[in-house]
């Protein structure tokens, strides 16, 4: 066998092409629907998917996608008005701080829970030193293409880092599409 086509990395390119295919076919149903908000706002997850919120049409919609090699498919729920609740996230960094790999960095942020309709929570976690972000316009939305990305890239490979440069810009952000302002 080759250096890429060890077991495992083909049912890694086989969980991402599952993946992509459930993407493609979400992007054409929404096409067809007509959703098209001007900018999303993302967050990975820890399960490697990712929480996505805007607003179209005067609502609120919440996006979230499955997990990588899940059997879940995506979640879009709109409402007038979400609720949710915000939670504080510090975690003071052990030892060197992380430096030359030792210790752990700390993390700051934000935790928004929204409360949905059917009684589970979503979660868009925007904490510096633990996850990725993207906010884009609906022309760069790598969500909505209908079209197959590259080598069924993971969606989440074109987030960045949050980092405490970002963090402030990225809470206020969610804050506007939270209250519709």
């Known amino acids: 066998m080759g250096l890429f086509n060890s077991q495992e990395d083909i049912e890694r390119k086989e969980k991402l092409k599952k993946l992509e295919d459930k993407r493609v076919a979400m992007a054409q149903r929404m096409a067809r629907e007509g959703f098209a908000p001007e900018k999303m706002l993302f967050a990975q997850?820890?399960?490697g998917g990712f929480t996505a919120i805007c607003r179209f049409d005067g609502r609120f919609w919440l996006v979230v996608s499955?997990?990588?090699g899940t059997d879940d498919e995506y979640v879009f729920e709109s409402c007038d008005a979400p609720?949710?609740?915000v939670q504080q996230v510090n975690v003071k960094p052990e030892g060197m701080g992380g430096i030359f790999g030792?210790?752990?960095k700390g993390e700051t942020g934000?935790?928004?829970i929204i409360h949905r309709e059917n009684g589970e929570d979503a979660r868009l976690p925007l904490i510096a030193g633990r996850n990725n972000w993207l906010e884009?316009?609906?022309s760069k939305n790598p969500l909505l293409k209908t079209q197959r990305r590259r080598g069924?890239?993971?969606l989440v490979w074109d987030f960045k880092p949050?980092?405490?440069s970002t963090i402030e810009y990225a809470m206020r952000a969610a804050e506007r599409y939270f209250s519709g302002k």
Do not use: I
């Open 66 to 68: 499955p997990g990588f």
């Open 45 to 47: 997850m820890e399960n």
């Open 136 to 138: 884009c316009q609906l």
């Open 152 to 154: 069924n890239a993971n």
């Open 102 to 104: 030792f210790g752990k």
């Open 83 to 85: 609720d949710y609740t």
């Open 162 to 164: 949050l980092d405490l």
């Open 110 to 112: 934000v935790e928004f």
